[in-house]
């Protein structure tokens, strides 16, 4: 008999999405299903679910929920079974799901999260009828959902909460505590106290049975000081509690020989038909229509986490060496005028679209020799690991995720045969400067070049492996037997 999980998230693609922690949320519940684990996914009934949901029947109806009454409704979406919290009082809101028109977050996110976690825990122990084996809580929105468990009646459902960035952690002023309806004694040192408020993402570090980062070296690098933001004490505290299983994408969704949004469908097996998608790319930048020129992409939020202001720094390296630069995405607003200064001040040599587009992310994967991904920390992230599976190698800095799934070129990876990519570190302007050049010198070494590509291609970035991971340890805190 399948294991069942509840699966709790603010966003799950492709009902809603703000980033990579959507494409995981949307695609565990499939890669999971074969390996015994039958997920039901959890969601905030924003107006884009509602709409998905259509006439889904009503499973639940709660009479009060932090100011008003809600119901749950349950129906199949996209194949994952849904059931979507109908709070409008705190979801029926349009836009963005976190952030009010102008960029400031929403006053009450902390209530409507709890909300999410309080309604998560009523339904994990049975609200529904049966309980579920086990919680898997994503991040600080869904954290709360473990103490909610720990401290109510039993049966206490256990919870493995999965933390996809340590730097957004759900910190509210303390008037937040006495709307939970949990006891005096949760808010604690051992609980959800934090700096005299309320610590969302805290609290699931705190009472979650087991607590996973989304790729090894994360989890190793949020238990230092440099990189736990704070938290990196309690998270050495849970000693092997905490665990790294790194992200997947799917690989049938993310497939160039099927991809029906590309000019030219391509494979490793048949490379050739991919030389269209580098000129179409071209074209819808405004970059000059050259096939023996590098063309480097950046596709992803414009923010100083990312090392974009490292890449703009680095453009006297990438235009010296006669490569192109196209550059796709949204955010910090000093760093998206930037972008589009470099691309006046560059006419041919680079080409800037602000915004997010997943039809042009494609085709910059697609077309683009080489994608650039210098964050300064990155948990897992997703770009890499779809620039693999498009044949454009990925030129990342040696942190999180991206030090665990790209094997850098240097030169016994590449006597090997081995090579998908190119790392670099420390992170800053002269060290991507340097990757940009080694980059460049392999681009102009085709049979060297054609082999990164093909390993590239040939990478697993599916979540087979990570699945059988997740199984495991769903197996391990319901104490059932794998």
Known sequence: MALRVLALASEAFPLVKTGGLADVVGALP????????????????YPAVMQAMGAAPQVLALAELFGGPARVLRGTVAGMDVLALDAPHLFARPGNPYVAPGGRELEDNGTRFAALAAAGALVARGALGAAFDVVHAHDWQAALVAAYLRFGPLPRVPVVFTIHNLAFQGHFPAWLFPLLGLPAEAFALGGLEYHGGVGLLKAGIWFADRITTVSPTYATEIRTHEGGMGLDGLLRG????????????????????????????????????????????????????????????????????????????????????????AIVGTGEAALEERCRGAAAANAGRIGTVIGFDEGLAR???AGADAVLVPSRFEPCGLAQLCALRYGAAPVVARVGGLADTVIDANEMAVAAGCATGVQFSPVGVEMLGAAIDRTVALYRQPAVWARVQANAMAADVSWARSAARYAALFHEVAGADA
Do not use: C, H
Request: hydrophobic share 45%; glycine share 12%; no cysteine.
């Open 30 to 45: 499939g890669a999971l299903a074969p390996v015994g684990i039958a997920v039901t996914t959890m969601l905030p009934g």
């Open 238 to 325: 849970r000693g092997g509690d905490v665990r790294g299983i790194l992200n997947g994408i799917d690989d049938a969704e993310w497939n160039p020989a099927t991809d029906a949004r590309l000019p030219a469908r391509f494979s490793a097996a048949d490379m050739a038909p991919r030389l269209e998608n580098k000129r179409a790319l071209q074209r819808r930048f405004g970059l000059e229509e050259r096939d023996d020129v590098p063309l480097f992409g950046f596709v992803g939020r414009l923010a100083w986490q990312k090392g974009v202001d490292l890449i703009l720094e680095a453009l006297p390296w990438l235009l010296g060496s006669g490569a192109q630069l």
């Open 363 to 365: 085709l910059l994967y």
